[in-house]
């Protein structure tokens, strides 16, 4: 569960491979996205260590679900398909 009020939260894994492959500009990427769509008070975003998934990687997780083969050119548009609904405005 998110430790804050948020309702939800993204959790990007920051261990070596996915850092490596291509997590070191997602934290950037999912908090400018959460800024520019107001949702940083519904959404918390935080990092993670290795979760034993590396093979698969680089891996987020939203709401307990993990993403994976998240490559930085897919990061976008599974944010967007994710958070769409929640975004004021967006339907
Ligand atoms: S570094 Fe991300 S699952 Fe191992």
Known sequence: MPPSEAEHE??????S???????????????EFLRTRHLEDCVHLTGTLCQDRCRQGPNLTFDGECHCEVEPSKLTGLLEDLLDDLTPGSR
């Open 10 to 15: 993204l959790v990007i894994c920051m261990g």
């Open 17 to 31: 491979s996915c850092f490596a492959r291509g997590n070191s500009r997602a934290v950037e990427t999912a908090r």
